[in-house]
């Protein structure tokens, strides 16, 4: 884990275990980077994600702040994290109630994604991802046929499908794109995830290519929106 990511998590540690609210004040750089043994460049860098996913604002003059309710599990879009990294990033334990992977026919949106014929067999990988043992995420992983012999003999439920493929199969991640679609759960996705039949969810569609454009995933991830907060930097 890259050094300002294990920084952050910290930092929201810090706050949670403080009783920290909206409003309330830091310490001092200096202070957190001495209490929570942190380097002064690396709790800068930190400091500035949590103001990127909106969870932190600074007042020039006055100090930094907690910006809102840290308990939902923070992230900015413009980091491609995995959805387990997001989750052990805010703080939480990741885990997994469910694991299905099973060959299945691409449709006509998993074969435009993944570059294949309709039809064609591609491994799909079903997970239903917990924080802190309580259902927050139902991920389905369409993944690229170059990837589904060795994630095969995958046994390992909670394994992060991104450090799968950085690390197992050698591949660098490149660019990834992310569609956002408001829905409402259907009786499967409300069982799953223990909420309401046709209350909100946030459904995201990330394709994820290797650094020459070559597709790798297609995901279709069902969020719980009262447990994520998602922001989007933004500049003209």
Do not use: W
Not at 45 to 53: C, H, I, T, V
Not at 99 to 107: G, P, S
Not at 114 to 129: F, H, I, S, T, Y
């Amino acid at each position: 884990m890259l050094a300002y990511v294990s920084a952050k998590k910290k930092i929201l540690q810090y706050i949670k275990s403080k009783g920290l609210r909206a409003g309330d004040r830091l310490p001092t750089e200096v202070e957190l980077s001495e209490q929570l043994d942190i380097s002064r460049l690396t709790l800068r860098e930190a400091l500035n994600a949590l103001k990127s996913d909106g969870l932190i604002h600074a007042v020039q003059g006055k100090g930094t702040f907690v910006a809102c309710n840290v308990d939902h599990i923070a992230d900015s879009l413009n980091t491609n994290y995995s959805v387990s990294e997001m989750i052990e990033v805010a703080g939480y334990r990741p885990g997994v109630a469910s694991f299905e992977k099973k060959l299945v026919k691409a449709d006509h949106c998993v074969a435009e994604k993944l570059q294949v014929p309709e039809g064609a067999d591609v491994l799909m990988c079903a997970r239903l991802r917990l924080a802190d043992d309580e259902p927050v995420v139902y991920t389905k992983d369409y993944l690229s046929p170059r990837l589904t012999s060795q994630f095969l003999e995958i046994n390992d439920e909670s394994i992060s499908l991104y450090s799968f493929i950085e690390e197992t199969c050698n591949i660098p991640l490149g660019m990834s794109t992310t569609e956002l679609l408001p829905m409402v759960a259907d009786a499967e996705v409300a069982g799953l995830l223990q909420v309401p039949e046709g209350s909100p969810v946030l459904k995201m569609r990330v394709s994820v290519n290797d650094v020459f454009g070559k597709p790798l995933v297609y995901a279709s991830e069902m969020f719980r929106p009262d447990k994520f907060k998602f922001t989007v930097s933004r500049g003209r």
